[in-house]
């Protein structure tokens, strides 16, 4: 994956950058416990610039850690910016939290890097132990070696679910390009059919699927936490006073929860798969986030609802908006 090469000279940027106090931190990858696994690292020395990876692993979203760290007032902005890695679903989180007024883009410096997909290191691990020595996307293939040999496997078994349905890999609003802009295909491609799936079921079947999936939540709410269309500073699934969801898991909590969740990103969600990605329990959180953004396409005529604009649709009114339970056609 041509992406590797382009490490060396991030982490000269990156230090270059923090030297010269153009940035007062940066956030990018490091190495986690297992060599195919990238987390989160917040760079803040010119020295800690050496810890930056770049890497097939480096899926996970980056855009959310930057609402901790970066400013949402004008008059508040006196130091340097804060630098972000971003690959296209980065930039589309950091989107969504400057249109949101949760940060402003001035106080951002945006470090794009092209993105080929990501490979899913739980998979990885699960298939092939946690000895794995290296990774390499070819084309449709994912070759990965391990003290077995070399193992190629199709690459849709490979890459984050997330990644096959993304149609923004590259980032465009940034402020420089690692790697000069790799490639300018699409990764992956929105597909709606699974949501289909269930939308054909019958309405009894349709209650035990999703009775099933909702079961097995344990409202850890990491979800939530993950997700940049959820920034609101108090949250009413914290709330005790009143409390709009009970801390009963019930099935019909359960409903409540999930429905409160998905409404609340309806039209605003970016498809980024970081709340499914992260789910302990693998509730598939984004049929009914794509349930909800096909039906925002549709119902409002949005070609895009992924992208984000400071005017939603579901945040704004028309006398022209659909009102089909009123003129009893929905
Ligand atoms: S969702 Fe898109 S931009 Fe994000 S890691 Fe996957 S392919 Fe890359
Ligand atoms: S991450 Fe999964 S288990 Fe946790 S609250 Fe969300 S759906 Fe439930
Ligand atoms: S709901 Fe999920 S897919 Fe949508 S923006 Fe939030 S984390 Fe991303």
């Avoid at 490490?7 to 940027?13: A, G, P, T, V, W």
């Avoid at 990018?28 to 060599?35: A, D, N, V, W």
């Avoid at 989107?95 to 998979?123: A, F, K, N, P």
């Amino acid at each position: 994956m041509r992406i590797r090469e382009h490490q060396d000279q991030l982490r000269e940027r990156v230090r270059n950058l923090l030297k010269s106090g153009e940035i007062r931190a940066f956030i990018g990858y490091r190495s986690g416990l297992r060599p195919s696994e990238a987390v989160v690292t917040f760079a803040s020395e010119p020295g800690e610039a050496d810890e930056l990876i770049l890497n097939e692993f480096c899926g996970l979203g980056l855009g959310r850690y930057a609402l901790d760290r970066a400013r949402a007032a004008e008059e508040e902005v006196e130091e340097p910016p804060l630098g972000v890695l971003a690959k296209g679903c980065d930039e589309l989180a950091l989107q969504r939290l400057m249109c949101d007024h949760r940060v402003l883009r001035e106080d951002l410096y945006i470090i794009g890097m092209s993105c080929e997909g990501m490979v899913d290191s739980r998979e990885v691990v699960r298939r092939f132990g946690a000895d794995v020595q290296s990774v390499r996307i070819d084309e449709d293939e994912v070759i990965v070696e391990n003290s077995g040999g070399s193992h190629t496997i199709p690459r849709e078994e490979m890459l984050l679910d997330k990644c096959l349905h993304c149609e923004y890999s590259l980032p465009t609003e940034v402020d420089e390009m690692v790697d000069g802009r790799l490639g300018e295909e699409p990764v992956g491609e929105m597909d709606f059919s699974p949501v289909a799936d269930i939308e054909n079921m019958d309405v009894d079947d349709r209650y035990e699927y999703w009775s099933r999936q909702f079961s097995r939540c344990v409202r850890c709410f990491a979800c939530r936490n993950v997700c940049p269309a959820c920034s609101c500073e108090e949250c009413s699934l914290d709330s005790w006073e009143p409390e709009w969801l009970s801390r009963h898991t019930g099935l019909s909590e359960q409903f409540m929860f999930h429905f409160t969740r998905a409404f609340h990103v309806a039209g605003r969600c970016i498809g980024c798969g970081e709340c499914e990605r992260v789910c302990p329990v693998d509730v598939p959180l984004m049929l009914l986030n794509r349930k909800l953004m096909r039906d925002v396409r549709d119902m409002f005529n949005v070609p895009e609802p992924h992208i984000p604009t400071e005017t939603e649709p579901l945040g704004t009114y028309s006398p022209d908006d659909m009102d089909g339970w009123r003129e009893g056609e929905g």
